[in-house]
């Protein structure tokens, strides 16, 4: 596990901040134009519909008012709206009728509440639109009203419900989680603008105060609303004798800017009234089913002579093993465990009940094991020393599955709280996801509160992308489901029952994938990959709203299958990776080759993120994000010529490839990367400038040498689950831009900032493999800038290079409005000459410290 540190990772040189050259809004769509050329029509139509709606509702609530044993509603009306879908920003819908954004759904649904007197409002905005009077032209962005009660379950309900809404039994006691809005129709006052030249200083400080009073006065109406919407719920839950068993919109750490979830127990009854009737629910999930794992028994491995491991060296840093709970007593791993922060999280009664119960050898054991031991078990002297500490986390049973009546995303809330907060822990590995795939309908809570825990503390969590299992109907479609189907391997990987399943779609969690570790034939039985071929079980991206899912790959092995119809699956020695195995529910070996699985890919991720703490324990987690991201590369290689389908494949399968530890910890003569130091903060319209300088010698004309360019950017933002598109999760999202080879800094600044006046140069674009257009780039059907961890590669001549080279962090608006509000951001590039046939690390590294030591001069005598 050494790495090479004569060639540390250099500092990137900080140019300049300024506000953001943007690009235009989205074009309203055609039915918007429509709609404004035939006003009359369009507002009679509206005008039918709300008042068609308005009479079913008052019905409903007469006949349901006569039952007093029901629990009262509030007085608003919850209503289904057809939107121009090209439109990204809503908030006219508060702005100018007054309406609730409830939920943001596909293709233009929007479900709204308003109170009936609105209601009135909207009708004259479209009686004021028929006659084109100012101030209704918004009337023309509303498509339609559906008012069809089907339509609004079928986006509230999960898959599960809905199979069975229709013959729910309404006596039945059922566990389901509940999304609530409660943003209400608040907004933030108006963005203060900047102080003139001329205006003095008290009257402007008057109006900063008032701004802050208005300001808080906002946030406090918000925290008002919630804390209203909470006890209405509880309210409503008590009048059918139901609970609420864990409510996580929390303080703090928890808290989502636009709603809150909550995990409750309730019969049939109240649940269909839940549904039907409360106006501010968007979504209603059972809990998660956990995936399986794939242990079929063959032989046992025996590596009893692997020698007593050395602990970890007092400065390393603790791993949070996120899991079945640990053999903490097992040879291999003792001195790496520190008991004090072992903590059960299954049972309230029994916290210290922290064993690995899971048969027939233990789940959390392996997880653990495959960080402190990522490599495997060959080495070549008789020493190995532990590269990190572990702490024990448990929150599956023994049948490796989290309690019903437990939130995962309250759980994650509560370990952030106190592994983070208390014990400075920053790095998680989470080996748990559900046996189906993700829902797009929003991001889920247990996957948000990643996102969220992600934004607010400077953490990391590891997460595997999850397993197709071997049979299973529906949404759980297995291997041997696709085969009886007549779809065989690789082709079954890219179906939509094999999608990463949740929380993996995280956009801050780094997901982790599995790739085969060898190809087997014993002529009974044969593997279905190769080596370094996807795994046959690994699920896939693309990842919500587009977003690359998985971010990288690991070996986690592969299964067989033998000739039958359908045939047997299993798990040779020769397909699995080695892992440690726990003896405490079954007599073995401490080792073994017997399971395989996405579980087991992603700790060897993690044991990376764990070396990179140890090298740079000041850094945030966002640079070890980028830094593995970075390093990764596709086991084929990038340079491949193949088509555009075979390349979306590769990148639904692979992410941005096969992690590298000793890339991502350090470069060699040939290869240099640049990184950014600390975290960054960034505002919406803002942008930050870097170089780098490329040596004249590297630029030489009658050279062709072929550089690889790989950069990364990787950000959090602040998220909040009620919206449905990657600019509306997130309060600000941030994308980059580099320059055009041989483009000037004049003609960079130029495209970037908003106040530079400098010519355009005509200069090449680098052919980047993504970019941030879906239909320009070279991979079709996907583009880097809807991710929170952004990598593109391309490969350009060396004589192609400008004399610096430009990078640019742009901040765009998203679902905030609050100009204090941030993204933060780590960034790292790295040039590495392909073919080795020019060193260039000791080139730009002489070149940067002249800079930084420039840089620092010039600060000295502005001093």
Known sequence: MSTNNNFPHLELISLSRGQARLPWGGEESEQTKTNKLGKPEHSQKIQNKIGDWRNSWHQQMRERNQDISRPTLPSSVPIQLEIDPELTDIDYLRSTFNFEVVSELDNGFVIVASEDTNLDNFLNKASDF????????????????????PKRLDAILDEKLKSKWENLDLNAEYVVEVGIECQGTLALPKELAEKKVDEEEDRYALKVAKYNTKREEYYRLKDNLMIEREQELERFIRAYDGSILDMFEGTGLSKFADSFTARIQIKGAGLKDLA????????????????????????????????????????????????????????????????????????????????????????????????????????????????????????????????????????????????????????????????????FNHMSSWAAMIDKLSFENDVLFVQSAGNIGDEGTGPRTGILDYIRMGKGYPDYLYEAASRISNPAQSLNALTVGSICLDSFNDGDRTSFGGKNQPSSFSRTGLGIWGAIKPDVVEYGGDMAYDGGFPPALTTPPNVCPELIRSSLTSVGPETDRDEVGTSF????????????????????????????????????????????????????????????????LSNNPYRVTLISSGTTDIKAREAHTYKVPIPAEMRTVGDEYDILIEMTLSFAANPRRTRKSFNNYLSIWVDWKTSHLGESQESFDHRIFKESNGRLDRAESIPWKLGNRDDHNQIKNAKRNKSTLQKDWAVVKSHDLPDEFYLGIIGHSGWSKDPNDVSKYALTISFEAINRDIEIYNMVKVEVERLHAQAHIEIDDLL
């Not at 028929?130 to 009660?149: P, T």
């Not at 390093?631 to 990038?638: D, I, N, T, V």
Request: contains cysteine; glycine residues 6%; charged residues 20%.
């Open 276 to 439: 039907l009737n409360y106006p501010f629910i968007f979504e209603i999930n059972t809990p998660e089913e956990f995936e399986h794992l794939f242990h079929i028994k063959e032989i046992e491995i025996d590596n009893e002579n692997f020698p007593q491991p050395f602990p970890p060296d007092e400065n390393s840093p603790i791993i949070g093993i996120i899991d079945s709970g640990i053999q903490e007593g097992h040879r291999l791993i003792s001195s790496a465990i520190k008991p004090e922060l072992s903590r059960s999280f299954v049972d309230p009664d029994r916290i210290n009940n922290v064993a690995d119960e899971v048969s027939p050898s233990g789940h959390g054991t392996r997880v653990a094991g495959a960080v402190l031991y990522p490599q495997g078990f060959s080495i070549e002297d008789n020493q190995y020393k532990l590269p990190c500490y572990i702490a024990n986390i448990r929150v599956l049973d023994s049948s490796n599955l989290i309690p019903e009546k437990i939130s995962p995303s309250g759980l994650l809330n509560k370990i952030t709280s106190e592994y983070y907060v208390t014990h400075g822990i920053r790095i998680f590995n989470h080996s748990i996801g559900a046996s189906v795939p993700c829902r």
């Open 130 to 149: 028929s006659q084109s009077k100012h101030g209704s032209g918004n009337v023309a962005k509303i498509h339609n009203l559906s008012l069809e009660i």
């Open 601 to 664: 890919s992603t700790p060897k991720v993690t044991a990376i993120a764990a070396q990179l703490a140890r090298m740079l324990p000041e850094e945030p987690t966002l640079l070890y994000r980028a830094l593995i991201a970075n390093a990764a590369r596709w086991p084929e290689g990038y340079l491949d010529n193949l088509v555009p389908d075979i390349l979306l494949q590769k990148l639904r399968s692979y992410g941005y490839g096969l992690v590298n530890m000793e890339r991502s």
